[in-house]
């Protein structure tokens, strides 16, 4: 029962990420989180943001070459990595939930999400 209630710790650890305003590792939330409440572990931090992600709250973007990030919008989305300067961006892509369906069809796996990470170089970088 203690994993589904929202606990205080658990809406600072949300809150945080909302207003970080990126796509953070958890190690990067910690740090946030730690300037403002240095009594929240991080343990803490690490165990409540896989379960806000679990809870569908929030989304792990799974990040192949470093640490996961976290993004405070759960709705399903495509995330652009900078291959320079490392950051991750939201496309405004629509997601394909048909390829869910697609991949199931002809492998025969049973699938519930997907994620597809897209490399380049950011604006930013490019000047």
Same mark, same amino acid.
């Given at each position: 029962?203690?994993?589904?209630?929202?606990? !205080?710790?658990?809406?600072?650890?949300?809150?945080?990420?909302?207003?970080?305003?990126? %796509? !953070?590792?958890? /190690?990067?939330?910690? $740090?946030?989180? @730690?300037?403002? %409440? #240095?009594?929240?572990? +991080? $343990?803490?931090?690490?165990?409540?943001?896989?379960?806000?992600?679990?809870?569908?709250?929030?989304?792990?973007? !799974?990040? !192949?070459?470093? $640490?996961? =990030? *976290?993004?405070?919008? #759960?709705? #399903?989305?495509?995330?652009?990595?900078?291959? @320079? =300067?490392?950051?991750? *961006? /939201?496309?405004?892509?629509?997601?394909?939930? +048909?390829?869910?369906?697609?991949? $199931?069809?002809?492998?025969?796996?049973?699938?519930?999400? %997907?994620?597809?990470? *897209?490399?380049?170089?950011? #604006? /930013? =970088?490019?000047?």
């Amino acid at each position: 029962m203690s994993e589904t209630r929202n606990t !205080p710790q658990r809406k600072i650890i949300l809150s945080s990420l909302m207003q970080m305003h990126c %796509h !953070p590792t958890a /190690d990067q939330v910690y $740090a946030y989180i @730690h300037a403002r %409440h #240095p009594k929240i572990s +991080r $343990a803490t931090v690490y165990r409540n943001l896989s379960l806000l992600a679990e809870q569908n709250l929030i989304q792990k973007v !799974p990040i !192949p070459k470093g $640490a996961d =990030c *976290f993004d405070f919008q #759960p709705h #399903p989305h495509y995330h652009v990595q900078c291959e @320079h =300067c490392g950051k991750i *961006f /939201d496309l405004s892509l629509p997601y394909f939930e +048909r390829l869910e369906q697609q991949v $199931a069809d002809k492998q025969g796996f049973i699938l519930h999400k %997907h994620h597809i990470l *897209f490399e380049g170089i950011c #604006p /930013d =970088c490019q000047k």
